[in-house]
């Protein structure tokens, strides 16, 4: 899974900006990375480590 | 002459990440001369097209699944990267590749063209829906990049006329370039990736690269994805949906009917009495019509379908109803394919393609007939009006609720065999959920002419001659052998269909049916309301009409029990009483293993279902 979220974009030194909860119970959630925004599991979007700017 | 010429034209595959345009641009490209068919083995499908250039030359066009890596990580991406790797039988190796991209998106695909470039394959890289990105505010050094990757860069607008014209001039260009190295390719690990993205990076800031603002999606985005409004918006379309496929079709679907039995009347008063014209009105034309009425349907379906993905919007539904589905294992796609199936689970099933992910397709497909189809209706309701008194309770009517029992036994049943499927038959390690949310575009309307034609056909011509085929034998097993002269019982106890049901009748014992409902099950194979009819035949009722319902409802009233319209009820819950859904099963999984499969787990459930109610009725009645 590693592979496939450098893939999308999650690479050291991207930006990420969270936009949009999901309805039930906040989950997944849409994130902006790079120049595309991705929806993802909070379970899953937990392996990646963000860094306040 | 001509047969060599076709085989020898060479072929051009268009590479690229989803939503990227793609298709339109393949559209453009090859018109109304692409033909879309299975790669062997597989349930992806191929999609080839022929492209005349300007001197006159043909090229082969393949539309490749959309992509993010040459990794494969579903059976798309792996068919992409096979067929650019010539791994995949009988398919030729591309002479070049047309990389498509989102020019608005660039950083995400400029790594895959890294990827490509060092296959060694001739390439040009083809940056699509420049419009949108000039609108958006975007740029980049095309000359720059084009030197940087060593391969022709353009631009292109699939959906604007001569939006492509370049790109035709690009790919003749294209035929004339050899492969520069032997065609390799290993797995790169989570360094190479990263080695890749930083390259791509130094690559867009030496162009100039600036990526597009999209503001018009994001504040669209803010209503649709909104916790309330988001919801509510998306209620109101998927009930729009439903009520189109249910109730838009409806015109069109009485229509097809009509014109059959016209069709039949006219065989009827033209031809002599016989087998052959019992064959061209029961068997041919009652089959083709089975297989035509549910166009109208799918048709329909399709339309939203495409209206939904090509804008974007199928994604957001995706998102908005992802934990729900997710609870019960299901992906978040599946909810338009199920809702669907509550009218008819062909659309439904066919509906499926857009879910990506190969297992969370196969569940919905495997659990779409146990939502309750439209066709259920009549014999639920004869069954319920026979049987269930027409009482209120607590205000509302005892009939009605029955009748909505039957619907969420078939709703929580689906949940539970796709949560049981998940959990037992995959048994898999569970995928990441990471679902790419595209800028919101006005879909094209030759787009979506050409893919519903595409469905059409592809329904019209697989899944039709099987249907057609299992209609033939079941009308065969009802005609023959005709009842011998001065025979006293309705002919269906003659034919092989009454000996097969008499025969299977000691095994339906236990669930409380008798000979007649064993024989009518038989015919009522081929759909599930046939089988009212078919007991109207069994029952020798010569009644035709409504007439022929009241007759057949006070006819059982009186000779079975409630326990047996209670099990035969339950019964219907479950069994695939429906050829058309097995055929489009297998067409759609492009194997016999799971309508197979299929078959024998909705048997068990409505064996099992019908002997519980059976008895349970019994044991209440007596006490």
Known sequence: MERRLIEMGFVEGACVELLHDGPIGRDPIAIRVGDMTIALRRCDANAILVKED | ?623
Not at chain 2, 7 to 12: D, K, L, W
Not at chain 2, 256 to 269: M, S, T
Not at chain 2, 350 to 377: F, G, K, Q, Y
Request: net charge positive; hydrophobic share 50%.
């Open chain 2, 1 to 623: 002459m001509d047969m060599v010429l076709i085989n020898t034209i060479p072929e051009i595959a268009l590479v690229g990440c989803p939503n990227c345009g793609k298709t339109a641009l393949f559209n453009m490209l090859t018109g109304s001369s692409q033909k879309v068919a299975n790669y062997p083995g597989a349930t992806v499908e191929s999609k080839k097209g022929v492209l005349k250039t300007s001197v006159g030359g043909l090229v082969r066009i393949v539309d490749l699944p959309g992509t993010y890596s040459l990794r494969g990580r579903s059976p798309d991406e792996e068919i992409t990267r096979d067929v650019i790797l010539g791994r995949v039988q009988g398919e030729p190796l591309p002479s070049g590749l047309v990389c498509v991209a989102d020019a608005t998106n660039l950083r995400l695909v400029l790594r895959l063209i890294l990827e490509l470039k060092s296959l060694g394959l001739p390439m040009v890289v083809a940056l699509n829906m420049a419009d949108i990105a000039k609108r958006q505010g975007s740029c980049v050094d095309e000359a720059r990049l084009a030197s940087e990757l060593g391969v022709p860069v353009l631009s292109t607008v699939a959906v604007r006329k001569g939006g492509a014209e370049v790109l035709v001039r690009a790919i003749e260009g294209l035929l004339k370039t050899l492969p520069t190295k032997k065609l390799e390719w290993r797995e790169p690990s989570s360094d190479d990736i990263r080695a890749a993205q930083t390259e791509a990076e130094r690559i867009l800031q030496v162009c100039m690269y600036r990526p597009g603002n999209d503001r018009v999606t994001r504040a669209i985005d803010r209503v649709l994805l909104h916790p309330v409004f988001g919801i509510l918006i998306l209620m109101t379309v998927l009930f729009v949906v439903f009520q189109a496929v249910f109730a838009w079709a409806t015109p069109a679907t009485d229509g097809i009917k009509w014109l059959v039995d016209l069709l039949n009347d006219q065989v009827n008063a033209q031809m002599p009495d016989g087998m052959l014209r019992s064959l061209l009105t029961n068997g041919i034309i009652a089959g083709v019509g089975n297989v035509v009425v549910f166009l109208p349907q799918i048709l329909i379906l399709f339309l939203f379908i495409i209206i939904l993905e090509d804008s974007g919007y199928m994604a957001r539904a995706a998102f908005l109803m992802d934990l729900f589905m997710a609870k019960a294992g299901l992906h978040g796609r599946a909810f338009i394919p199920l809702l669907s199936s509550f009218a008819c689970s062909i659309p439904g099933i066919m509906a499926t393609r857009v879910i990506e992910n190969r297992t969370d397709r196969l569940t919905t497909i495997m659990v779409a007939p146990l939502m309750t189809c439209s066709a259920r209706i009549p014999v639920y309701t004869l069954l319920i009006a026979a049987f269930v008194p027409n009482r209120s309770i607590g205000g509302l009517s005892l009939q009605g609720l029955v009748m909505f029992g039957t619907y969420a036994i078939g709703i929580f049943s689906a949940l539970a065999v796709a949560w049981i499927m998940k959990r037992l038959v995959w048994r898999q390690r569970a995928e990441p959920f990471m679902m790419e949310m595209p800028g919101y575009k006005c879909p094209n309307i030759r787009n979506i002419v050409i893919g519903l034609w595409q469905r059409a056909l592809i329904f019209l011509r697989r899944a039709g001659t099987i249907i057609m085929a299992m209609m033939i034998i079941i009308w065969f097993l009802c005609s023959f052998p005709s009842p011998p002269d001065g025979a006293d019982q309705p002919a269906i106890n003659y034919s092989l269909a009454g000996i097969i049901g008499h025969a299977v009748e000691p095994a339906l014992k236990p669930v409380g049916f008798n000979w007649q409902i064993a024989v009518a099950l038989i015919p009522g194979m081929a759909a599930r309301e046939v089988a009212v009819g078919a007991l109207g035949t069994v029952y020798a009722l010569t009644e035709t009409g409504d007439a022929a319902e009241h007759a057949l409802q006070s006819t059982i009233a009186s000779s079975w029990s409630l326990s047996t319209a209670l099990a035969l009820l339950a019964w219907y819950i479950f069994a695939p009483q429906c050829a058309s859904t097995l055929a489009v099963v297998k067409r759609e999984t492009n194997s016999w293993k799971w309508p197979i499969a299929m078959f024998a787990y909705m048997m068990v459930l409505a064996y099992a279902s019908a002997f519980l109610t059976f008895h349970v009725t019994n044991w209440l009645v007596r006490t």
